[in-house]
């Protein structure tokens, strides 16, 4: 191989070094399930008459949250275990506020279901659909 | 002869191996089992499906739901030493039907996922396990797939569903034996 040819060589390894180097990072396989009429009232109750959901493989293991629908009342949206009921994490989000809330962070296959209420004193909002984000 | 004493014994092994298999349960539960666990879980396959969007009785209470929940424990298989008697119920806020039966029979899945690690005899618990894709909570649903998939790999011995359901059932055991305790009541083993 001659100087010239070691030359385009070097080149091309530094090219390719950039170009890999500049693609983003593999996306996260995260899974996300509409929930449609997830009705609340002060009192804490289920989405889905208790519908259970598994962590994604692929992902950071993060949960969120999010309302499709702007909330009209502050409300608090919690993921507890299948097993037990006990509280994995929860999220405060205010009225009028759609975007993402982390719940929770855990690992592929833990199960759980979504929980929810409107604030104290806020009274019930129903016909609100939401997303989660596993 | 000599050479061939070696492959008489491996078949001899094998037949052994088999004979074990389908005492222990085999890869699918005998009809008319003996086995009360494998009875119920057989039954509970054949329940109707969880309704979880039909109305009925919700229960606000703890006491109301632990109530609840004790009248329908009985249609459930547990392990030995298994019991209900650390889900916080009294946590729950409201409360269906639907989802205390669901809760249960996610509770009961984990029992048995960790029996069929933890028993000398793991076949009863696989057994029990085949069932459990098709228990009225979980069948048709989304749930059932990865269920199935941890049931498989439960039998292959590893995999990285099984991985995450065990995690998630040992983290739950800790916490309902500490809860069951709390209240004065025996944890499950």
Redesign the interface.
Known sequence: MDRRARQRGAWLVVAACLLLGGLPATALAYVTTDLINFDLTETTSSYGGGTQFHISSGTDGWVSYRWLDVPSKDTVISGNFCSDLSLIGKSSIPSGNTAYHQLFNGFQGECFIVRGRTAAGEGSMTNYDGRIQR | MTARLPRLLAIIAAAGAAATLALSGGSQPAAGSSNPQQTKADELAAAPM?????GGPSY?AGAAARGQADRTVDRLPLPAGGNFN????E??????A??IE??LE??AF?QWIRAARDDADPGTALGVLDDVPQWP?FRG?A?AD?LSE?VAEARAGSG??????R???DA?HG??AA?ARERGLTPSS
């Open positions: 969880v309704d979880r969007t039909a606000t650390g889900i916080r119920w946590e729950g806020g409201v409360l269906t639907a989802e669901g809760v996610y509770n984990c909570a649903t749930e990865l941890a990285p569903v099984l991985d995450g359901v995690r998630d059932c739950s916490r309902e809860y």
